[in-house]
């Protein structure tokens, strides 16, 4: 034990301003995976480096945040001051000053929707597994003998996909696999019929989609069962 400034003895621990620091460090960054955080940009500065350095505010409270260059330059819009936005990164600490900050991962707009800002979040989680590497992909043929289809066997994209297809080569022959294209279980009946192609192995191309629709139309093919088939897909 030792004394307190009046004489007393004490038993607590003494931390360094580093040893809290690092202890504050630890709770908030392990504490907080990458979450969302909406609110106000402020003091906004792109630094001559490429990086991005500003406050996001709301009425009571405000965090600083950075967007490094390598992500900031994927920006479809540049950040201002007074623009509202959600952004999306990890909780971390400056061991330097004791200040917390977001490190953004992904900024966009205010007032987007949750499936699209779900569908952004799994784009850059692939992204960073590196499933959109070249090295995964494939060439495709110039003059294909055989395509792939992988759509709803009733709607009018199949018909519009086969007369497109029979206009430009019409000697190319056309396997469609059915699935299902909306609704409960779509997702992993589309996942199962680009599996059921690429193991017949005699295409040369495939085609994924249906006729167009909303979001949520659509959302079947934005699912990470879908995108792990695409990043296994085979040429012949």
């Known amino acids: 034990m030792s004394p307190t400034p009046s004489g007393q003895l004490m038993s607590e621990r003494i931390y360094t301003v580093t040893e809290i620091t690092k202890e504050i460090k630890g709770i908030l960054e392990q504490g907080f995976p990458a979450i969302w955080v909406e609110g106000e940009i402020s ?3 792109l630094h001559s480096s490429g990086h991005r350095y500003f406050t996001l505010k709301d009425e009571n409270s405000q965090i ?3 967007l490094w260059r390598f992500k900031g330059n994927r920006l479809r819009f540049e950040p201002e001051d007074g623009m509202r936005v959600m952004a999306r990164g ?17 900024l966009v707009p205010a007032g987007m929707g949750r499936l699209e800002m779900a569908f952004r979040e799994l784009k850059e989680r692939l992204f960073q597994e590196g499933l959109f590497d070249e090295e995964h992909k494939k060439p495709i043929p110039g003059f294909p003998e055989t395509i792939g289809v992988v759509t709803s066997p009733t709607g009018a994209a199949v018909r519009d996909v086969v007369r497109i297809i029979h206009d430009r080569y019409p000697s190319v ?5 059915p699935a299902k294209v909306q609704g409960e279980g779509a997702a992993e009946d589309i996942a199962q019929a ?4 690429n193991e017949y192995n005699k295409i040369d191309v495939m085609i994924v989609g249906r006729g167009g629709g909303s979001l949520e139309d659509l959302w079947a093919f934005n699912q990470e069962v879908v995108a792990g088939r695409y990043s296994i897909r085979k040429s012949r």
């Open 173 to 177: 022959d056309i396997l469609i696999r």
């Open 194 to 197: 680009i599996k059921d192609l």
């Open 64 to 66: 600083r945040c950075t």
């Open 43 to 45: 003091n906004y500065l």
């Open 90 to 106: 990890d909780i971390t600490v400056y061991e330097k000053n004791g200040q917390y900050q977001l490190d953004i991962s992904e």
